[in-house]
């Protein structure tokens, strides 16, 4: 089975902190591991993806397939960075992504 | 290109009457994604079509729920009859390269 957590509901942070929002998932094939987010009255989109490896809005976020999680972070959040975000998987030969509940970060100034 | 567009908005209806929610996606897109999102469940996949053929519909919850996509540029999700419990926002997203593309969803109210 298919299975992403996302443990915390609301992470509230205040500007220039260092923001960890927390994903593990359970998938006993190679799995690719998105994150997407949701900001205030736009639509769900792709923030970024493990295998492309890259930084984007200054997330970045690293596949642990020993710990199996696939945390996102920031060294120094923004207000702007304030939504909802969803880390999702997708299983090998599946075409469907199992998405988190979500964690609503609050970026406070 | 004005993205995954879904209709209506918002859809405010009574207990035991029908429901149909439209979703036109991406031209070009081979996959179509029916989501839900409630605040207790997140966001949960109900069906999904590949070239217009249901793939996988283990995630409607029952029989009340189905859904059609005759044709590439055009689908459907229909709830008859609706509940109270199916008050959600009901999102539509097409596929291109492993990137899924949302919809604005559609706010759906049962009373």
């Known amino acids: 089975a298919q299975r992403v957590t996302q443990p915390e509901k609301l992470l509230s942070v205040f500007k220039g902190a260092p923001v960890e929002l927390k994903c593990n998932y359970s998938?006993?094939?190679?799995?690719?591991l998105f994150w997407y987010v949701q900001y205030s009255r736009q639509r769900l989109q792709l923030l970024l993806r493990?295998?492309s490896r890259e930084s984007i809005k200054g997330f970045t976020a690293d596949l642990n397939k020993g710990e199996t999680s696939f945390h996102l972070k920031k060294p120094f959040a923004q207000e702007e960075d304030s939504a909802m975000y969803y880390c999702?998987?997708?299983?090998?030969?599946?075409?469907?992504?199992?998405f988190g509940t979500g964690t609503r970060l609050l970026v406070s100034p | 290109d004005a993205g995954v567009i879904q209709s209506p908005r918002h859809e405010v209806t009574e207990m035991g009457q029908e429901v149909t929610l439209r979703c036109k996606p991406i031209?070009?897109?081979?996959?179509l994604f029916w989501y839900r999102q409630t605040m207790m469940r997140g966001l949960e996949l109900l069906i999904y079509?590949?070239?217009?053929?249901?793939?996988?519909d283990s995630g409607m919850p029952e029989d009340r729920f189905s859904a059609k996509m005759p044709n590439a540029s055009f689908s459907t999700l229909k709830i008859q009859p609706s509940e109270p419990r199916d008050s959600a926002v009901y999102f539509c997203?097409?596929?291109?390269?492993?990137?899924?593309?949302f919809g604005p969803g559609t706010r759906l109210t049962v009373l």
């Open positions: 997203a097409s596929r291109f390269s492993d990137t899924q593309y």
């Open positions: 998938y006993s094939g190679s799995p690719e």
């Open positions: 493990h295998i």
């Open positions: 999702a998987l997708k299983g090998t030969g599946f075409q469907k992504l199992v």
């Open positions: 031209s070009g897109h081979d996959y």
């Open positions: 079509f590949n070239n217009n053929v249901p793939i996988d």
